[in-house]
Each structure stands twice: as C-alpha cells, then as structure tokens.
C-alpha cells in the first residue's frame, strides 16, 4: 500500500496557504480512505473543494486479529535471517500490538538479530524509531525491488520475514519460496468493511451522473473494494466507464494505481508519493483541463468545476443549465447545433425541453443577453 503521510512544508504548502488561495473553487473530490482520511479532506477543503467522504475500508481492530500474535509468536520463535519492513503504520502497529501482548521486547530482539530490509523512507523512519537498524532500502518503494535484491545474493535455506500490509503481493512471496527461502508472514493490519455503510453506494452512484471531479485514493484494496461494491449495485461497467471518461482518478502512488490500471483507467500519480504531491498534482490537473475562461461582451467568464464567476461575481447554477453554458464556453463563440446539445442534456431532441433550460440559464445571468440564438442552427456565447 501506499500510505499517506502527514502534512508537512515540504510536501505541502499549507503553512503559506492564503484565504483568498482556493484552487479547487466549484469542485467535487470524492475520498475513500478511512485512516488519515481527516488530513486529506481538511487539505481539500482548504483549498475549496467539496469533499465527498466514503471510507472504502476500514482497518480491523488489534484486539480482535488474533492471528497477528499467532504469526507474531512464530517469527520470534524461528529466529529468522532475514526480515522485510513494507510500511511505516505497519511496523509500529506492529510493535504496539506485541506490546500489548507482553511479546515486545522478544519481537525487537528477534528483528535486531535479523538483517532488515525496508520498503521506502518510511518504512526505514518506523523501524529506527524502534531501535532497529537496515541494511537495504528499494529504490522505487515497491516488495518487487527488495526481492530482486534479496534474489541476487541469495536466500536459498535462509528464514524470511516478511511484514504485509492490507494488500499482499502474493507474486513476491512466490518468488522468495521458489528460490528456496522459507517464508513467514505477519500483516498487523486487516482491511474490512464498514459496518453497517451506505456512503460507499452513493459514491459509486456519484461518480456514474457526473456529479464528481476527481475521485483519490490512497491505497489498492480501497480500490478493490469500490469495485467490489459496484458489482453488488449492478454498476460496475457503468462505473468503470464514468472513472476512464468523466471523472479523474488520483492515486498517492504505483501499488495503489495498479488495480485502475488493470482494467484500463489511467489515474494521476505524483512523482514523490506523499499526499502534499497528491493534492499539488489534483490541483493542476484541474486547473490545467478544467477551468474554462472566456471574455465576452457580457464581461469576463470563469468556470471552475460547478463555481461559476462572471466579472469575478459568483453566479449559481443548476445542472442542466451549468451544463448548457459549459458547452457553450468549450466552443468559444462558435454556434453549437440545437441537435448536438439535446443530446449532451438527454433531452431526446425535444425542442421545448432545450427551450425551457437555454431561458433558465439566461434568467439565471447577469445579462441574458450572453446566450446568443443563431436561426436555424443554434446556440453561442456573444464574445
């Protein structure tokens, strides 16, 4: 998993953000992480998007995985030669959890007598802060990196503990074994499902009429969990369609985009992997694609998402007609056919219908005048 780290001035900018600073104005972002979720929405929402939250997961309580201890126990017995860190929450729970076991200092002295290997910087921060030393690092914080390493020097006969996380790449643990290493598992935190949760279904339905810009995630089994709930509601190609279509996805990272990658979705993923680069990246994929500007001669127009400003003067909107004028903004001036747009708003080529939602929009601006109709042929602005 990619996990999110906190804010921090390095990775986002909050600390020099100004009120007046609100780069996701009139957008939609939905959210599906549970833990740290509070971060990432405060983040949003201070740069002025709506934030739509529906955990895809949540991780299970300590007291009740049982089978942590057990794994635990066997590590410490076995005495391993080699151990691999993969996340930074996972090597603290970890610890805590032995510690609440009356396990800790035998886990500690076990993986201080063992070479560790860790999976990216913060994996390596977790396992010094525990009074433990590495002797490798991956370059590009995947489990596929550390095994290559581990595979060229060997580890044929050796004893291997591997640290998991909510979502296990099965195909590296395969590796290690076929290469003769015997391989032990521990994972100190289980993804499950929201108890008794609707917010995942209204995202999905969300997502599928448009009603969302961007949709994040911060880690692969949310992802998989999101599809395993459209299954259930019949919506799952109606949602795939609407995420490869109408609706972005950003991921904090490689391991959390593979699971949109394998069924064709190409999401926005940050060079660095840490929320701050997340939200910098969400933040100019809109502002890049999805801000439409326009001088007319009913002054100066901006559309940002749902937020629409004319002469910098908020103007409100409902659907049908923000759809309208967004159209009409992407042809800059050009006339658009009265057949082409009773398709984009499904009015079935019904006249009266395209009628009613061009005078809404007009009623709705400051100038009606704005929304020009060209006889016989359709729709513009006049620029």
Do not use: F, H
């Given at each position: 998993m990619n996990a999110i780290a906190p804010l921090d001035p390095e990775t986002n900018p909050d600390a020099r953000l100004e009120a007046s600073d609100a780069p996701l104005e009139g957008f939609r972002i939905g959210v599906t992480s549970h833990r740290r979720s509070r971060d990432l929405i405060e983040a949003l929402e201070r740069r002025g998007a709506e934030v739509l939250h529906a955990p895809a997961l949540k991780i299970a309580p300590v007291q009740e995985d049982v089978s942590l201890i057990e794994d635990?126990?066997?590590?410490?017995?076995?005495?391993?030669?080699?151990?691999?860190?993969?996340?930074a929450y996972g090597m603290r729970r970890w610890c805590e959890a032995a510690d609440t076991f009356g396990i800790g200092e035998e886990l500690l002295e076990t993986l201080g007598a063992c070479r560790m290997f860790v999976r990216?910087?913060?994996?390596?921060?977790?396992?010094?802060?525990?009074?433990?030393?590495?002797?490798?690092?991956?370059?590009?914080?995947?489990t596929a990196t550390l095994v290559d390493m581990l595979l060229a020097e060997g580890v044929r006969g050796k004893t291997v503990a591997v640290q998991l996380h909510g979502y296990t790449d099965v195909r590296q643990l395969e590796?290690?074994?076929?290469?003769?290493?015997?391989?032990?598992?521990?994972?100190?935190?289980?993804?499950?499902?929201?108890?008794?949760e609707d917010r995942l279904p209204r995202l999905i339905e969300a997502v599928c009429n448009g009603s969302l810009d961007v949709l994040t995630f911060t880690s692969a089994p949310a992802v998989d969990a999101l599809w395993s709930t459209a299954h259930e509601m019949g919506m799952y190609q109606q949602l795939i369609e609407a995420l490869k279509t109408t609706v972005t996805t950003a991921?904090?990272?490689?391991?959390?985009?593979?699971?949109l990658l394998d069924v064709g979705i190409q999401p926005l993923v940050p060079e660095r992997y840490r929320m701050g680069a997340l939200i910098r990246l969400v933040c100019e994929h809109l502002a890049l694609n999805h801000v439409r500007r326009l001088e007319t001669r009913s002054g100066s127009i901006e559309l940002r998402g749902r937020s629409l400003r004319i002469d910098g003067e908020p103007v409100d909107l409902a659907p049908a007609p923000?759809?309208?004028?967004?159209?009409?903004?992407?042809?800059?001036?050009?006339?658009?056919?009265?057949?082409?747009?009773s398709e984009l708003l499904e009015l079935r080529g019904s006249v009266h219908a395209l009628d009613m939602t061009v005078s809404r929009l007009r009623s709705a601006l400051p100038d009606g005048r704005l929304v020009e109709t060209v006889v016989k042929r359709g729709y513009r602005l006049r620029v």
């Open positions: 635990s126990k066997a590590i410490i017995a076995a005495r391993p030669d080699i151990c691999i860190a993969t996340t990216g910087p913060k994996a390596r921060g977790a396992v010094r802060a525990a009074g433990l030393a590495d002797v490798g690092i991956s370059s590009d914080e995947t590796r290690l074994r076929m290469s003769g290493a015997n391989v032990l598992t521990v994972t100190p935190y289980r993804w499950v499902k929201p108890d008794g991921v904090v990272g490689p391991v959390t985009a593979q699971p923000l759809l309208l004028l967004r159209a009409l903004l992407g042809a800059g001036g050009s006339v658009l056919s009265r057949e082409s747009l």
